[in-house]
């Protein structure tokens, strides 16, 4: 199969349909998720008028023309903090003590804050405590009214937004316990090579750590997915094994390894051998041009190369927009920029080159140790940078598209 272009190969990711079907999700764990339906509130928030601080409710109109030397002078006729169900009736020249929450009475239009009130002698006030008001205050001050954040009848969120942690807080400010959400792609990490140990088990001889599950899996939980990791030697019957017990319990199946052309890499064959349909099978790019893309009924299986910073450059590239596609969410692709390289970079290339890089300010910032192999690197990157296919050097000071990551 010859190698498709970047673009094509973009293209069929971001052309996958999303998934059918809707969960609903715990509004404590709803961020980061896509809205299925539009969701109404079917109450006003706060539900009630409500005091802004600890202080007295009254009739404004009572308070007119207080000072300190002449205090407004009100009986207290009940007590009103957060959570008080009881409802007041407040006549002319009284008032009731209410702390920050509590529901103002309906007779009352402004509250005042206890730092500009005292009680004086109640003698004057049938028993009741008499409050002394030390300043005059307008009709609807620190008053809040019911429906401040939002109506009964609102939209709180439309079919296909991402909820953010502050829509989680209205969701459930709204009464909801739960939201419909967009179903979310199941994935699988499979990691294959004879070569690869886990960490933590003794180091064999020619073996080397899997670190590209890890990657993978820590990068997938960044981006708000749970992922299955298993690990697989080159061999055929495991393989064939392990991904045919992965069809239908998962929707993206990522591999890194053994998809190139070396006598070990049978994924190209066992993925035929299962039935899979291969969309494509290599991109015209540096790193990781042996990217494979097949499908099995409803399970895509992205392979990747096992070079650590190909199978990371590549999952950015195009797993991360298969992933957005899937789950109907754009911000899980990668936003572009531009920047302009800090230094030379000394090499051309035939096929378009993914650089890791740092950009700030403008400036691109490329680490010594840009082979595929080196992974150490990319820590702190911030971005790929694509140089163009062509010969080298890049001077500094070209201009080139960048990906953040
Ligand atoms: P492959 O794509 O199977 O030809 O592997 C390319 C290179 O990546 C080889 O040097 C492998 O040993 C290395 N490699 C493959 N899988 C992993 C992995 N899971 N973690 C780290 N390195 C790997
Ligand atoms: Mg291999």
Do not use: W
């Amino acid at each position: 199969m010859d190698a498709i272009s970047v673009e094509a190969a973009l293209k069929m990711m971001e052309q996958a349909l999303p998934l059918p079907g809707f969960e609903n999700v715990p509004v404590q764990e709803c961020a980061g998720r896509v809205a299925a339906a539009d969701i109404v509130s079917p109450i006003d928030q706060p539900p009630f008028a409500r005091s802004p601080l600890d202080g007295f409710a009254f009739r404004s109109e009572d308070v007119r023309g207080a000072h300190p030397e002449r205090p407004a002078r009100l009986q207290q006729v009940g007590y009103a903090p957060a959570g008080c169900k009881e409802t007041f009736a407040v006549g002319p020249g009284q008032c009731v003590r209410i702390m920050t929450g509590g529901r103002i009475p309906a007779d009352c239009d402004a509250v005042i804050g206890i730092e500009d009130a005292s009680y004086a002698d109640t003698s004057e006030c049938d028993g009741a405590a008499a409050v002394l008001i030390y300043k005059e205050i307008g009709h609807h001050r620190n008053y809040v009214f019911a429906g401040e954040d939002f109506a009964k009848g609102d939209v709180l969120c439309r079919a296909g937004e991402r909820i953010d942690a502050a829509l989680a807080g209205c969701l459930a400010a709204a009464g909801f316990a739960a939201v419909p959400a967009r179903r979310r792609p199941r994935v699988a990490i499979l990691a294959t090579g004879s070569e690869i140990a886990a960490p933590g088990s003794p180091l064999g001889c020619g073996k080397i750590y899997d670190s590209n599950s890890v990657y993978l899996q820590n990068r997938l939980r960044e981006l708000g997915f749970d992922a299955d990791a298993a690990v697989c030697a080159d061999d055929p019957a495991q393989l064939k094994d392990l991904l045919s017990r992965r069809f239908g319990s998962f929707d993206l199946i990522i591999t890194t390894g053994g998809v190139s052309v070396g006598d070990a890499d049978h994924m190209p064959v066992v993925l035929a051998d299962l039935g899979a349909k291969v969309l494509f099978h290599g991109v015209s790019l540096k790193p990781g041009s042996p990217l494979m893309l097949a499908e099995k009924d409803e399970t895509r299986i992205l392979c990747l190369s096992g070079n650590p910073y190909a199978a990371a450059a590549t999952f950015e590239l195009f797993a991360r927009p298969l992933l957005a596609a899937l789950s109907a969410d754009p911000s899980l692709r990668m936003e572009e920029a531009e920047g302009v390289l800090a230094d030379p970079f000394p090499k051309g290339s035939a096929a378009a080159r993914y650089l890791r890089a740092r950009l700030k300010d403008g400036l691109l910032y490329v680490p010594q140790g840009h082979s595929s192999g080196q992974l150490l690197s990319m820590a702190g990157c911030n971005c790929l940078a694509e140089l163009p296919a062509g010969p080298g050097p890049h001077p500094a000071g070209e201009l080139l598209n960048v990906y953040l990551i």
